[in-house]
């Protein structure tokens, strides 16, 4: 899974945190301390998982997350679910 990563998650934070406009690898391996293959690899599963998208702009490839994307969508529909499922589940911390 490409949310599974903790790599892939600090990278997500970033382009969270980052240029609305997007980051490009080179940006994001500053940012990280990994190698630009590195962050190329990591992009390329989050992009396709649908999780981020490209722009190019020239020679530039620049990396964001679209707020409307399906893939984003589901996670927090999960979540959610998983949040209201876990209202309904018995306290387990031996307390009666």
């Known amino acids: 899974m490409a949310f599974g990563d903790e ?14 406009s997007g980051s490009r690898v080179v940006d994001i391996a500053k940012r990280t301390n990994l190698s630009r293959p590195a962050v190329s690899h990591h992009m390329q599963i989050l992009k396709n998982a ?3 998208k490209t722009r190019k702009e020239g020679t530039f490839v620049y990396y964001y997350l679209d707020p409307e994307e ?8 999960l979540f959610s679910d998983i949040q ?3 209202k309904y589940v018995p306290d387990r911390n031996g307390d009666e």
């Open 7 to 20: 790599t892939r998650q600090y990278i997500l934070s970033i382009l969270l945190c980052g240029e609305c």
């Open 84 to 86: 209201q499922i876990m």
């Open 50 to 52: 649908g999780i981020v």
């Open 70 to 77: 399906n893939e984003i969508k589901k996670m927090i529909d």
